[in-house]
């Protein structure tokens, strides 16, 4: 099972959106809407933004969006701010009870 | 609240054991399972296998299947994982996670244990 692909950063400056692309198969992103997406600052543990694709945990911002197109998940972050960032990694179900994460992008906030 | 609090750091040399235990509060211990994920220094995560604490059926991925063992007590609501013939590239902190039994999310997260393995 292979790493599902992400950028490995994104940039953007205060109040602009960006999206981060998590690339799978048709083995996991493209079969199953199972995608969930991690924030985490360095040092510290990941926390749950994102899950079954797009839905959003009690406490996330609204201005954390996730969708899917083929074997792509996005992760949008609009009005961007110098909390997010942070590093970002996807995870989809692969199958079988299985799961694969991405490997991870570096949110800089100019 | 909701919380998964983890042992210690563990140091072991190559070939040896360890087992990092995962105690869960705060929720129903049955009702979701436990998944363990691992992160090399300066690296991405790693995931590494669930098990449903409800029926003790587990799920590794298949690079890890023939050295890593999940358990729980249920009377202490604690997971385990063990990684048997350990290497220097096992070196990562280990996190245990509640896991959405038929789902695919995990939350909240424990707050890892770094286990070093150095001769």
């Known amino acids: 099972q292979s790493d599902l692909t992400q950028p490995a950063s994104v940039s953007g400056a205060p109040g602009q959106s960006i999206t981060i692309s998590c690339t799978g198969t048709?083995?996991?992103?493209?079969?199953?809407?199972?995608v969930s997406w991690y924030q985490q600052h360095p040092g510290k543990v990941p926390k749950l933004m994102i899950y079954?694709?797009?839905k959003r945990p009690s406490g996330v911002s609204h201005r954390f969006s996730g969708s899917k197109s083929g074997n792509t998940a996005s992760l949008t972050i609009s009005g961007l701010q110098a909390e997010d960032e942070a590093v970002y990694f996807c995870?989809?179900?692969?199958?079988?009870?299985?799961?694969?994460f991405g490997t991870g992008t570096k949110v800089t906030v100019l | 609240q909701v919380q998964l609090v983890q042992s210690g750091g563990e140091v072991k040399k190559p070939g040896a054991s360890v087992k990092v235990s995962c105690k869960a509060s705060?929720?129903?211990?049955?009702?979701?399972?436990i998944t363990w994920v691992r992160q090399a220094p300066g690296q991405g995560l790693e995931w590494m296998g669930w098990?449903?604490?409800?029926?003790?059926?587990?799920n590794s991925a298949q690079k890890l299947q023939d050295r890593v063992t999940m358990t729980t007590d249920r009377s202490t609501s604690t997971a385990y994982m063990e990684l048997r013939s350990l290497r220097s590239d096992d070196t990562a902190v280990y996190y245990c996670?509640?896991?959405?039994?038929?789902?695919?999310?995990?939350?909240?997260w424990g707050q890892g244990t770094l286990v070093t393995v150095s001769s």
């Open positions: 996670a509640r896991k959405d039994i038929g789902g695919a999310w995990f939350d909240p």
């Open positions: 705060g929720y129903s211990f049955t009702s979701y399972g």
């Open positions: 098990i449903n604490t409800y029926n003790g059926h587990t």
């Open positions: 048709n083995s996991d992103v493209g079969t199953y809407d199972l």
């Open positions: 079954e694709g797009s």
């Open positions: 995870c989809s179900y692969a199958g079988r009870s299985t799961y694969v």
